[in-house]
């Protein structure tokens, strides 16, 4: 398995940009699918967005048309670009990578990162 570190983190206004990277220690390149978590204190913790080798690009719909993710598999990164950013996007996110089953309809991720600390003010 691969280590995972988050990074770029931080406090942004409302309505500002952030991007969050996450570095692995090996190659990402033959792993099926990596994704992004977040978790609020006191909420589970919900997929925010995730994509596949084969294609598949997932949204968590409060997040869709304001959040890219993009894979670097040269560099062995993940980032996540969060645009237009509102109060409730504060949370702490991880990312995690892994194989997926179902044609990628079901991550079965098994690496994860410590976390990164979002906060954005209103």
């Known amino acids: 398995q691969v280590q995972l570190t988050e990074s770029g983190g931080g406090l942004v206004q409302a309505g500002g940009s952030l991007t969050l990277s996450c570095a692995a220690s090996?190659?990402?390149?033959?792993?099926?699918?990596v994704g992004w978590y977040r978790q609020a204190p006191g909420s589970q913790q919900e997929l925010v967005a995730a994509?596949?080798?084969?294609?598949?690009?997932y949204y968590e719909d409060a997040v869709k048309g304001r959040f890219t993710i993009v894979r670097d598999n040269a560099a062995n990164k993940v980032y996540l670009q969060m645009e237009n950013l509102k109060t409730e996007d504060s949370a702490n996110y991880s990312c995690?990578?892994?194989?997926?089953?179902?044609?990628?309809?079901?991550?079965?991720?098994?690496?994860w990162g410590q976390g990164a600390q979002v906060t954005v003010s209103s």
């Open positions: 995690a990578a892994g194989p997926c089953s179902m044609q990628c309809q079901v991550y079965n991720f098994e690496s």
């Open positions: 090996g190659s990402i390149s033959d792993l099926d699918a």
């Open positions: 994509t596949t080798t084969n294609g598949i690009t």
